[in-house]
């Protein structure tokens, strides 16, 4: 058993780190201010091969691991997690056209995927089916034998009205799982419309809104897979997902984290520094242990989706709900550690805290994931 970090790895990790403290750190708050993220900085992301991680080589893919993926996740949330947890969305959507697209599809979309001349959003949420995404409504009937008319909505949806493509997960035949699809549906397509921008705790650089169809007619030939599959396409989408959202989260409180061991240096309260106060020296000992424990958890968990191992799914539940729970509070006592201070926005870490609150949420809810893991071992749908 070997826990060192491959010379490759390491040079990814290095690369990534250095492209994030100086194209994405400096400009984190600037874009949060603004509300929106520049294509320009995802265009430079996509010339590294960080728009399409795990999207085989042939197919114009970096080609690497699901360890390798969280590796540039943790480094990316790092300087910022909102860019990252974009850039994650965007990879997910590249991993899942390219696993279950047709070569004509792969040929088609890839290459601007890989570039991010398209940018692309995963659309599973509805407002009446949120972790129930099995019960989700939006419908997609066949119009001819050439396109179909999707109508219905979409909710919570990340790039809404900033992204160029949406993988919409809809229902083309029976209630429940087996009768829902996957189809690619275009920005400029006639009936899809989108929301206002969401107000939201955090995440403000990212766009965030309904995504609207009514009667869209989208091509035939944009169906992933084949109906009925789309269930399974969106949950096996979503175990990759699940890990490089768990990747954003510790990055990001490995920021904070060390931002908190930087302060009780600097910091004096009663003729002493914060860092000679054993009960503070104890509390960043915790946090340290919690976040080096859910690192090796989340290793672990990609090295396991990466083997196929059978077990995958639940240890990508398990490494879901473990990081981003581990993360939160982590950032969340590292602002305590700045007392005041870490509640105003110079400090950045209330940034954090506020970007990292939704990754329990999103991705299925840590309350979702521990019904996986429990499914798992007890049995049961």
Same mark, same amino acid.
């Given at each position: 058993?070997?826990?060192? @970090?491959? +010379?490759?790895?390491?040079? /990814?990790? +290095?690369?990534?780190?250095?492209?994030?403290?100086?194209?994405?750190?400096?400009?984190?708050?600037?874009?949060?201010?603004?509300?929106?993220?520049?294509?320009?900085?995802?265009?430079?992301?996509?010339?590294?091969?960080?728009a399409?991680?795990?999207?085989?080589?042939?197919?114009?893919?970096?080609?690497?691991?699901?360890v390798e993926?969280v590796? /540039?996740?943790?480094?990316?949330?790092?300087?910022?997690?909102?860019?990252?947890?974009?850039?994650?969305?965007?990879?997910m959507?590249?991993?899942? @056209?390219?696993?279950?697209?047709?070569?004509?599809?792969?040929?088609?979309?890839?290459?601007?995927?890989?570039?991010?001349?398209?940018?692309?959003?995963?659309?599973?949420?509805?407002?009446?089916?949120?972790? +129930?995404?099995?019960?989700?409504?939006?419908?997609?009937?066949?119009?001819?034998?050439?396109?179909?008319?999707?109508?219905?909505?979409?909710?919570?949806?990340?790039?809404?009205?900033?992204?160029?493509?949406?993988?919409?997960?809809c229902?083309?035949?029976?209630?429940?799982?087996?009768?829902?699809?996957?189809?690619?549906v275009?920005?400029?397509?006639?009936? @899809?419309?989108?929301?206002?921008?969401?107000?939201?705790?955090?995440?403000?650089?990212?766009?965030?809104?309904?995504?609207?169809?009514?009667?869209?007619?989208?091509?035939?030939?944009?169906?992933?897979?084949?109906e009925g599959?789309?269930?399974?396409?969106?949950?096996?989408?979503?175990?990759?997902?699940?890990?490089?959202?768990?990747?954003?989260?510790?990055?990001?409180?490995?920021?904070?984290?060390?931002?908190?061991?930087?302060?009780?240096?600097?910091?004096?309260?009663?003729?002493?520094?914060?860092?000679?106060?054993?009960?503070?020296?104890?509390?960043?000992?915790?946090?340290?242990?919690e976040?080096?424990?859910?690192?090796v958890?989340?290793?672990?968990?990609?090295?396991?989706?990466?083997?196929?191992?059978? +077990?995958?799914?639940?240890?990508?539940?398990?490494?879901k709900?473990?990081?981003?729970?581990?993360?939160?509070?982590?950032?969340?006592?590292?602002?305590?550690?700045?007392?005041?201070?870490?509640?105003?926005?110079?400090?950045?870490?209330?940034?954090?805290?506020?970007?990292?609150?939704?990754?329990? /949420? @999103?991705?299925?809810?840590?309350?979702?994931?521990?019904?996986?893991?429990?499914?798992?071992?007890?049995?049961?749908?």
């Open positions: 058993m070997d826990f060192a @970090l491959t +010379d490759e790895q390491t040079q /990814i990790r +290095d690369m990534v780190r250095g492209f994030a403290a100086e194209k994405i750190a400096p400009y984190a708050a600037q874009w949060e201010s603004e509300k929106a993220i520049p294509r320009q900085i995802l265009k430079e992301a996509a010339g590294l091969g960080l399409a991680i795990t999207v085989r080589e042939e197919s114009g893919g970096s080609g690497l691991s699901r993926s590796l /540039i996740f943790e480094e990316l949330s790092y300087a910022d997690p909102v860019v990252a947890s974009f850039l994650s969305i965007h990879n959507c590249a991993w899942m @056209l390219d696993t279950y697209g047709n070569a004509e599809q792969r040929k088609a979309w890839l290459p601007k995927f890989c570039a991010m001349d398209v940018v692309a959003s995963y659309c599973l949420t509805e407002p009446g089916s949120g972790s +129930d995404a099995a019960a989700l409504k939006t419908k997609a009937v066949k119009d001819g034998n050439s396109h179909y008319r999707l109508t219905g909505a979409k909710a919570f949806i990340s790039g809404g009205g900033y992204s160029d493509l949406y993988l919409v997960i229902r083309t035949g029976e209630e429940g799982p087996k009768g829902i699809s996957c189809i690619l275009e920005k400029d397509t006639d009936g @899809l419309s989108f929301g206002a921008n969401e107000k939201k705790m955090g995440w403000h650089a990212q766009a965030t809104a309904m995504v609207n169809l009514d009667q869209a007619r989208v091509p035939a030939e944009n169906l992933i897979g084949a599959q789309g269930f399974s396409i969106a949950m096996s989408g979503l175990n990759g997902g699940r890990l490089n959202i768990a990747a954003c989260s510790l990055g990001a409180a490995q920021n904070a984290l060390d931002k908190a061991a930087a302060y009780m240096k600097e910091r004096k309260a009663f003729g002493r520094q914060l860092a000679q106060f054993q009960a503070l020296q104890f509390k960043i000992a915790d946090m340290e242990t976040l080096q424990a859910a690192r958890f989340l290793y672990h968990a990609a090295w396991k989706l990466s083997t196929n191992a059978p +077990d995958a799914r639940k240890f990508c539940a398990m490494a709900r473990f990081v981003t729970d581990t993360g939160f509070r982590v950032a969340n006592e590292a602002l305590q550690i700045h007392g005041g201070y870490g509640y105003l926005a110079d400090f950045g870490i209330e940034k954090i805290v506020r970007d990292l609150r939704v990754h329990q /949420i @999103l991705e299925g809810t840590n309350e979702i994931m521990r019904l996986i893991v429990a499914r798992d071992m007890l049995g049961g749908d």
